[in-house]
């Protein structure tokens, strides 16, 4: 091997993603699609990457339908091109498959936000209550909890509890909160957020849709409630592509990361879509740990398969079960 190849890799897990750079003359669409072919790999994005992995990708998904899509691969490589709770899971779901990830320090706010060893211990002080967690925690959170959630199948995981039965959500307060209201339950929450959906401006968006009355407002449910309750419609970031896509509106105020409006406008490009703007001189609200994946560490870490997603097979099989009994509700419910 290339000595300067061998140093770089062992730079991988100092710096999570290769210190090295493809040939700039090198045509890096092309480049991926002949390794997903030569190494039977399958590339799952998530709608927050940037439009060019989005573009080049196997599947494009929000946390659920990545979640059954890396369940159901019968590749020999899963590339997530995600954040790193999400590469985790496609492991936990294919211990004897391969799982990579661009960049291996690709973090979460709302994961961070949430600590295993005080969550352990905010559960131990409530042992009666069974433990909903979004499926946006890490693998420790997923091993404390009874069942995981996405945004699209939240309030089916919460029902399929007795309304008697106190529980506890995780890790997103938000999310937490608008599921309480729609299903009248007093779940306990944990404090924890987005920092995306949180920074969303009220006053901004307002005054957004008194310049484009025709607009309807569409939110993610990690959005805090002022922002929920002045949307026309509130969805998971694949409720609110389907929405566009159905709906006979011409123009639309998106409040969730930027990244799914390349899939909107390329599945109606004759609508308008406009991002909701946060409360800080930016323009859009783009998640700085989704973006740090970018096409080239892309392609190095299929050409190298590194950055690897390794994990302790306890800790696996402990977080597995709430994931599978997730899977099992979902499909019984046909979603």
């Given at each position: ?17 290769l ?20 190494k ?28 059954q899509t890396?369940e ?8 997530f ?5 999400m590469?985790e ?10 799982v ?21 211990k ?6 009666d ?5 979004y ?38 307060r938000?999310?937490?909160a608008?599921?309480n209201?729609?299903t ?29 009355p ?16 002045m949307?026309?419609f ?24 930027t ?8 599945a109606?490009?004759?609508?308008t ?33 590194t950055?690897e997603i ?10 597995k ?15």
């Amino acid at each position: 091997m290339n000595p300067d190849i061998a140093t770089a890799l062992k730079e991988v897990e100092k710096r999570g993603f290769l210190d090295i750079e493809p040939d700039p003359a090198m045509d890096l669409f092309a480049a991926i699609e002949r390794l997903k072919r030569e190494k039977n790999a399958v590339l799952l994005a998530h709608y927050y990457q940037e439009p060019d992995i989005q573009d080049v990708a196997d599947y494009i998904g929000d946390s659920l339908g990545l979640a059954q899509t890396a369940e159901k691969t019968k590749a020999d490589m899963i590339v997530f091109a995600g954040v790193h709770f999400m590469a985790e899971t496609a492991k936990i779901l294919n211990p004897s498959k391969k799982v990579v990830i661009p960049d291996l320090k690709v973090g979460c706010s709302l994961s961070d936000s949430c600590p295993p060893p005080l969550f352990k211990k905010f559960k131990e002080k409530h042992p009666d209550h069974v433990v909903v967690s979004y499926i946006n925690c890490s693998a420790g959170i997923k091993a404390l909890s009874d069942v995981i959630c996405t945004s699209s199948n939240a309030r089916l995981m919460v029902e399929s509890f007795p309304k008697e039965q106190p529980i506890i959500f995780a890790p997103d307060r938000n999310l937490g909160a608008y599921i309480n209201k729609v299903t009248g339950r007093n779940m306990l929450l944990w404090d924890g957020a987005c920092m995306v959906h949180e920074i969303f401006s009220f006053e901004k968006i307002t005054k957004l849709k008194l310049r484009h009355p025709g607009a309807k407002l569409i939110a993610h449910p990690e959005c805090e409630e002022p922002i929920l309750k002045m949307a026309d419609f509130i969805g998971s970031t694949t409720g609110l592509l389907k929405y566009t896509q159905s709906d006979s509106s011409q123009e639309y105020i998106v409040a969730t990361e930027t990244g799914i409006l390349h899939q909107m406008m390329k599945a109606s490009p004759q609508k308008t879509f406009i991002p909701a703007p946060p409360n800080n001189s930016c323009a859009c609200n783009d998640c700085p740990h989704m973006k740090l994946n970018t096409l080239e560490k892309l392609y190095l870490c299929m050409e190298y398969e590194t950055p690897e997603i390794i994990m302790d097979e306890d800790l696996r099989l402990a977080a597995k079960k709430p994931i599978d009994r997730m899977l099992e509700i979902s499909a019984k419910a046909g979603l």
